[in-house]
């Protein structure tokens, strides 16, 4: 099961790591933008109605393109643990 994301506590945890990243709310619509990590490329943009999936689409986009920030770091602890859980299960 995918826990719920809030996607202005997302912003604010990217943030305080040093990601740029942001969002617009209007109309119904949210958009979502995620600096890339090499600066003289556009920001990738996440465009649709839904704030929890475009919460969801920036931290997985995170977890992608910046390996070495703490919330890649936790995702992949979290796959290993799991995958883990699921050998032992298994064996």
């Known amino acids: 099961m995918v826990s719920r994301r ?7 945890m990217l943030q305080a790591a040093g990601i740029s990243a942001g969002a617009m709310v209007a109309d119904g619509k949210v958009r979502v933008w995620l600096a890339q990590p090499d600066p003289d490329f556009a920001p990738w943009v ?8 475009a919460a969801h689409w920036l931290a997985a986009y995170v977890v992608y393109f910046y390996p070495k920030s703490d919330l890649a770091k936790v995702w992949n602890l979290m796959r290993q643990a799991t995958a883990a859980l699921g050998q032992a299960k298994s064996g």
């Open 6 to 12: 809030d996607l202005a506590t997302t912003l604010r």
């Open 46 to 53: 996440y465009e649709g109605t839904d704030r929890e999936y």
